[in-house]
C-alpha cells in the first residue's frame, strides 16, 4: 500500500489499488501525533526501534504487545478500513468507556477481514484495544497464531474469555464462527446459528454487558459462489472458497472487492441482573442467546437498508 | 503473613531437603540452616554437592549431607533416625542425563519411595515438593493463562512433564492418607538467575539462537532466589495446596533474543528439531521434547494463589529476572542497540 503517509484526498478508493501486502515499514508515525515536527517524529521513530532492537517493550500475558499493534499491524491495516472499505462506525456510545464489554458480531466475508476492521474501528474510534476470540485453526498457524496473540487475540475458551472480562476489557465474538463467514454469497446477511452460547456464559459470570454489533460490508468482499470440499478437507480447511476472482486471477484474487462498510454498536443488553451461577444454568443461557441473536439480526436488517448498494455505480 | 506459626517454636524442628547437590537444593539448605527455629537441615542427594570452588564458598553451610538414593532403604532410616519433621522434595530430574530409565527411575519410584517413608514416619508434618509448570504442557489449543485448576488439554507422554505429572499425582495419594501432614507441590516457572544451569540458561548462552519459523512463545521465568525464598517459607509454615510460581509478566522468546543482542536464526520445525537433535549430541543444549514444544507454544501461569496464601509477590519479574541472567554472563551484545543509535546519528544531520 502506497498511502498511509498522509494523503489525504478524497477520491474514490478504487482508483489506486495498491497491491503490496504489508507495507507496515517499521512503524511511520502517522499524522496523528498532529503538530509534531518532523525533528521530533524522527526522534520518536529512533526511539520505537530502539525500544524494538533491544526487546525493551511489554507483552501481556496473552501476548498482547500494544505498540506492535498500534504501530505496525492495525498502521497497516488503516489504510483498508478508510479509503478501500471507507467504513463507518455509528453507536460508539454504547460501548463502555473503561469497563469490560462482550461485543457480539456478525461473521462473514469468507476470510476474516471483518474481524480485523472491528478491530480498527474499536482502536481507532473508541481508543480501547479489541481482545477477540478466535478459532482454534488460527493458533495452529505457525505465524498467523502468534501474530494474532501479539495484536491481542487469544483462543476462543471459557478460561480465556473469563480472564479478558474479569480485566475489564472489550472482548470480541463471532459467534457463527465457520458457519457465519464460510456461507455462500446467496445467504448473505442471514445468521447461522449461534455456537453453544458460551459467551453468553462468560458475560453473566462477569457480569458484563453484551453489545450487539452488527457489521455490514464484509459480505461482498469475496463472494463465495462455490466450494471445493475435497480440497478444503486435503489442506485441513473449512472450506476452500470459489469467487469471481480466486482462484481463476492467482493471488490477484485475494484482493478484496471495495465494498462500502457500516460497523453499529447497538443497545447494550445488561447481564449483571442475573446471578453468576445462572451462567450454569443451559435455559437462561440459551434465551439469552437467542435474545441476542434476534437483536443482531434485526440491527443487521436495518443496517443494510441504511447502507443501500455495497458499490458505488461506476464499479459495476 | 509470619513464617513461622507460633506455638510451633519449642519443638525442635529437622528438616530434610533432598536433591541438595543441586543449585536450588543448595541454597535452600544453606537458607534454612540460617533460620534459628531449624536445628537441623538433613541434605540427601545421589552425588555430593559440587567442589567448594563455586561462589558458594562452604558448599552446604551447617547442612549435613547424608548421600544416599531416593530408593534406596537407607532414607527411610534417615528420616526415622533424625526425627524429621518437615521434608522438602526437590530432586527431580528434568533431563535424561543417564537415561530415560534411569531418570523415570529416580523422579518417580524416588518420590513413591520417600512419600510411603514419610506416611510411615510419626514424625514428618510437612512436606514441600517441587513440581513444574511443565505439567500443564504446551499446546496452541490450551487456555492462554493456566490456573493450578486447569486440566492440560493433551496429556504430556515425554520424560519431565510425564514424571512431574506422576510425582503429583502420587503427592495427591499421599496426602488423602495423611490428612495430618501438609503437603504443599509447587509448580515451578523455569529458573533462571545467575547461578542457574538448565536447558534453558544453555540456550541462550549459544552466539547464534535458532528459532522455530512462524512461532513466537510467551515464556516465563522465575528468578532463583524467588524459588529459594517460596520453597523456605513453605517449609517454614504450613501452606497446604497446589501454587504456581512464577515471576510477573511474560517475555516472548523473540523478546528476550532481542535481548541478548544475539541474532536469531528461524528455521521450519523439522529443522529445529534436527538441530537440537544436533546439538543434544554435542552436549551444547538439552533440549527434551516438551521443551520443544515450548518453544513453539510456550505457556504462561497465573500466579494470584500464591501471592494470596504468602502474602508475599516474587521480586523479580520475568522480565527481571532474565535481565538478572544476562548481567551474570556478561550482559547483552550491546550490537543492535549502536546501529540504531549510529543511524540516528546519521540521519539527523540530514534532517
Known sequence: MDDFQGRRTGESASERMGEGTDGSAGGSTDGSAGGSTADERLAELFAFLRRRVTGE???????????????VLLEALRPLYRRWFRTETLGLG?????RGALIVANHSGTLPVDALMLQVAVHDELGRPLRL??????????????????????LACPEDADRLLRKGEVVGVFPEGFKGIGKPFSERYRLQRFGRGGFVASAIRAGVPIIPCTIVGAEEIYPKIGDIPALARLLGLPYLPITPLFPWLGPLGLLPLPS????EFGEPIRTDEYA???????????????????????????????????????VL | MNTHTPGEASMARTVLVTGVSGHIGARVAIALTADPEIDRVIGVDTAPPPSPAGEDGAVLGRTEFVRVALRSPDLVQVIRDADVDTVVHLSLVSGPGGGRPAMKEHNVIGTMQLLAACQRSATVRRVVVRST????????????????????VEVSHSGYARDATEVETYVRGFARRRPDVTTTTLR??????????????????????????????????????????VLCRTAGAD???????????????????????????????????????LARGARLVDFSPEQLALMSHGRAVDTTRLAAELGWRPKYSTAAAFDDFLRSRGGPGDLPRALVDWLADFVRPIS
Not at chain 1, 289 to 312: I, N
Not at chain 2, 133 to 152: I, K, L, Q, W
Request: aromatic share 10%; charged share 20%.
Open chain 1, 94 to 98: 454504547n460501548v463502555p468507556a473503561d
Open chain 1, 260 to 263: 462500502k462498510w457500516l460497523i
Open chain 2, 133 to 152: 509448570t511443565a505439567v500443564y504442557g504446551s499446546s496452541p489449543h490450551a487456555p492462554a493463562v493456566f490456573t493450578e485448576d486447569t486440566e492440560p
Open chain 2, 239 to 277: 501452606h497446604p495446596g497446589v501454587f504456581n510460581v512464577a515471576g510477573d509478566g511474560v517475555l516472548l522468546l523473540s523478546q528476550c533474543a532481542r535481548r541478548t543482542g544475539r541474532p536469531v536464526i528461524p528455521m521450519p520445525s523439522p529443522a529445529f528439531r534436527f538441530v537440537s537433535g
Open chain 2, 188 to 229: 515451578f516457572a523455569t529458573f533462571m538467575g545467575p547461578g542457574v544451569d538448565s536447558p534453558l540458561t544453555s540456550y541462550f548462552s549459544q552466539p547464534v539462537l535458532p528459532t522455530v519459523l512462524g512461532f513466537d512463545p510467551r515464556l516465563q521465568f522465575v528468578h532463583e532466589d524467588d524459588a529459594v525464598e
Open chain 1, 133 to 154: 476470540l478466535g478459532a482454534h485453526l488460527v493458533y495452529q498457524l505457525p505465524v498467523l497464531g502468534h501474530l494474532a496473540r501479539k495484536s491481542g487475540h487469544t
Open chain 1, 276 to 314: 453468576p451461577e445462572e451462567a450454569d444454568d443451559p435455559m437462561v443461557v440459551f434465551d439469552l442467546t437467542d435474545h441476542v441473536r434476534e437483536t443482531v439480526q434485526r440491527q443487521l436488517d436495518a443496517l443494510r437498508l441504511r447502507r443501500g448498494p455495497a458499490f458505488p455505480p461506476i
Open chain 1, 57 to 71: 517493550y511489554e507483552v501481556d500475558e496473552f501476548g498482547f504487545d500494544p505498540e506492535l499493534n498500534e504501530k
